[in-house]
């Protein structure tokens, strides 16, 4: 919540949900993809035929929601928003940079699936 006196925007607690909601995304991805040995959907490309055969991260979604998100007048919306925004977009950072590039030397940004 914004203290008096503070602009109704983005407080230290949404940074903080934002980062929370971003481990819980990533643990749950590595959890489903190396402990429960679900494959990569870059591997399997079932998403392609929803996509236009374009690969959608998620981190581009969040991007999206961040931009909608800050727009917003409404204040539940715009907090909302901005924390899963932002959970998104780090998890699919940390993913990418961390995961990806430490397992396969590479942080695996293609735009389209492989054929």
Same mark, same amino acid.
């Not at 503070?6 to 991805?29: C, F, H, K, N, Q």
């Not at 928003?81 to 932002?86: A, D, E, V």
């Not at 695996?108 to 492989?114: G, K």
């Given at each position: 919540?914004?203290r008096t006196?503070?602009?109704?925007?983005?407080?230290?607690?949404?940074? $903080?949900?934002?980062?929370?909601?971003?481990?819980? $995304?990533?643990?749950?991805?590595?959890?489903?993809?190396?402990?429960?040995?679900?494959?990569s959907t870059?591997?399997?490309?079932?998403?392609?035929?929803?996509?236009?055969?374009?690969?959608?991260?998620?981190?581009?979604?969040?991007?999206?929601?961040?931009?909608?998100?800050?727009?917003?007048?409404?204040?539940?919306?715009?907090?909302?928003?901005?924390? $899963?925004?932002?959970?998104?977009?780090?998890?699919?950072?940390?993913?990418?940079?961390?995961?990806?590039? $430490?397992?396969?030397?590479?942080?695996?940004?293609?735009?389209?699936?492989?054929?």
């Open positions: 919540m914004a006196g503070e602009p109704a925007g983005i407080a230290r607690s949404d940074l $903080i949900w934002g980062l929370v909601l971003g481990v819980a $995304i990533e643990v749950a991805t590595c959890m489903l993809r190396f402990v429960f040995d679900l494959q870059r591997d399997t490309g079932h998403l392609r035929h929803y996509t236009f055969g374009l690969r959608v991260h998620h981190g581009y979604v969040g991007l999206i929601v961040l931009a909608v998100a800050l727009r917003r007048a409404l204040t539940v919306v715009r907090r909302w928003g901005f924390r $899963i925004g932002l959970a998104l977009v780090l998890s699919d950072l940390f993913h990418h940079f961390v995961v990806l590039w $430490i397992t396969t030397g590479s942080p695996h940004f293609d735009l389209t699936y492989p054929r």
